[in-house]
């Protein structure tokens, strides 16, 4: 009987001695966790931004010189007719356009500068008396010139208007209050005529007015100054 019992406990003994030199289950091996690594490379350029389309820009109408006839005359006011053609502001400064045409059967000439008057409601004067100029904020226009107006050219302001002859009037928006002046009436007189041409200072699209000083260009081919 002690015999099987130290039988037994020797095979207790072996048995434990076994399991403590057998390496017990492993686990499933885990990667280590990735290295953050940052990569510098070369980038291409960023695009440069386009600008949205924008409409283009007026391109400035100049119309041919026509050649004056041997004999021809200069215009007279009973041979004209005139028109404002609205105008155009910057920085407080204000550009009207006016148009100048033969509406006789006979060719003729003009030069140099008109003369200029605004009238009130009353046709009474109103205004500074205009200078005349051949620079200003706007460009240059062309020295002073025999411009031929032929007879039989479209209507004002219809293209083309090659044989019309332009003049712009410069003054400014930012003196004075125009409406507590309104001028209602412009008396243009042609070159070296006592007799003006009377229209109204308001078209069906833009009304003339003027603060502080009054500039004229020459007649002159062409409806803007030139930029040059």
């Excluded at 015999?3 to 686990?27: D, E, F, H």
């Excluded at 100048?100 to 205004?127: A, E, I």
């Excluded at 020295?143 to 219809?158: D, Q």
Aim: contains cysteine.
């Amino acid at each position: 009987m002690l015999g099987g019992k130290l039988l037994a406990l020797q095979a207790g003994l072996v048995a434990a001695l076994i399991a403590g030199c057998t390496p017990g289950p492993t686990s499933s091996p885990r990667p280590s966790p990735s290295e953050t690594r940052t990569v510098t490379g070369v980038l291409p350029p960023a695009p440069t931004p386009r600008p949205a389309d924008a409409s283009p820009a007026p391109t400035l109408a100049i119309y041919p010189r026509l050649a004056i006839p041997p004999g021809t005359t200069r215009c007279h006011t009973s041979q004209l007719e005139v028109a404002f053609n609205g105008g155009n502001g910057a920085a407080g400064s204000v550009e009207d356009f006016f148009e100048l045409r033969n509406k006789s059967q006979q060719g003729c000439w003009v030069y140099g500068f008109v003369g200029f008057q605004m009238l009130d409601g009353s046709h009474r004067p109103v205004g500074p008396p205009a200078a005349w100029i051949t620079d200003s904020y706007f460009g240059k226009s062309d020295p002073p010139t025999r411009i031929f107006l032929p007879a039989a050219t479209t209507a004002l302001g219809v293209e083309p208007r090659t044989g019309h002859a332009f003049f712009n009037v410069f003054t400014s928006d930012a003196l004075c209050d125009s409406n507590q002046n309104p001028v209602d009436s412009l008396e243009i007189w042609p070159p070296d005529e006592y007799q003006p041409l009377t229209i109204p200072a308001q078209t069906a699209y833009a009304r003339f007015s003027a603060c502080g000083s009054l500039q004229l260009n020459p007649l002159q081919i062409q409806p803007q100054p030139s930029l040059g």
